[in-house]
Nanobody, 123 residues
């Protein structure tokens, strides 16, 4: 059974940083593309970033370019999302998802999802 668990969310002031982790169990994460998505109340789910199984980064949403960095440590079976210069509009629940194919910004194409971790950016 594929399982993804996100962690690292919390409350941070504008301009602060957080690092989210997406840990996999039950499968080898190295074989999958991993996407980060977020959803704020009343808004549609947004694809934030995705990293291929090879480690190459496929995309960043325009809203996070230059501030967020996705990376993976296959030895730890974990993908990270480093978030810097956080803004109130980054407030959302963040999810990671796995896909046994190429990256896609469309969440409907992913096979497995975690439960999410809440990120709140507020002073």
């Amino acid at each position: 059974q594929l399982q993804l668990v996100e962690s690292g969310g919390g409350l941070v002031q504008p301009g602060g940083s957080l690092r989210l982790s997406c840990a996999a169990s039950g499968f080898t994460l190295a074989s999958y593309a991993i996407g980060w998505f977020r959803q704020a109340p009343g808004k549609e789910r947004e694809g934030v970033s995705c990293i291929r199984s090879t480690g190459s980064v496929t995309y960043y949403a325009d809203s996070v370019k230059g501030r967020f960095t996705i990376s993976r440590d296959n030895a730890k079976n974990t993908v990270y999302l480093q978030m810097n210069s956080l803004k109130p509009e980054d407030t959302a629940r963040y999810y990671c998802a796995a896909r046994s194919a190429f990256c896609s910004p469309s969440g409907s194409l992913y096979d497995s999802w975690g439960q999410g971790t809440q990120v709140t950016v507020s002073s």
